[in-house]
Nanobody, 116 residues
Framework: QLKLVESGGGLVQPGGSLRLSCAASGFTSSNYPMSWYRQAPGKERAFIATIGSAGGSTNCADSVKGRFTISRDNAKNTVYLQMSNLKPGETAVYYC?????????WGQGTQVTVSS
C-alpha cells in the first residue's frame, strides 16, 4: 500500500530554516516525479516544488525560488524540502504528493509555523 510520511516541521522564527522529509513506501518511488504543496489556514493547497524521478530536474513556485530547494535520495525513498529565510506568511501544513498515473496520493502533512 502506497504511503507518504512527512516529517521535520515545527516552530521556526522568521528568517529561519527547516528541512522537511517525505518517506515513501509501498511503491517504487524512484519511478515518479514527486512534489511538495502547502496549505495555509483558510487558503487552498498550493504548489511549492517538484522533482523528476531521477532528481535531475526541478521546478518551484516563484514565491520560493532562491529560498527553497527540493531534492531526493532514491536509495532511501525519501524526498526533501530545504527551506530557508522563512516568512510568517508561510505558516502552513506542508504535504508531499505523488501521481503514479493511476491516482494522486498525499501524505498526512507536517505543520510549519513561522513566528517570533
Amino acid at each position: 500500500q502506497l504511503k507518504l510520511v512527512e516529517s521535520g516541521g515545527g516552530l521556526v522564527q522568521p528568517g529561519g530554516s527547516l528541512r522537511l522529509s517525505c518517506a515513501a513506501s509501498g511503491f517504487t518511488s524512484s519511478n515518479y516525479p514527486m512534489s511538495w504543496y502547502r496549505q495555509a489556514p483558510g487558503k487552498e493547497r498550493a504548489f511549492i516544488a517538484t522533482i523528476g524521478s531521477a532528481g535531475g530536474s526541478t521546478n518551484c513556485a516563484d514565491s520560493v525560488k532562491g529560498r527553497f530547494t527540493i531534492s531526493r535520495d532514491n536509495a532511501k525513498n525519501t524526498v526533501y524540502l530545504q527551506m530557508s529565510n522563512l516568512k510568517p506568511g508561510e505558516t502552513a501544513v506542508y504535504y508531499c504528493t505523488v501521481h503514479t498515473g493511476l491516482s494522486r496520493s498525499w501524505g498526512q502533512g507536517t505543520q510549519v509555523t513561522v513566528s517570533s
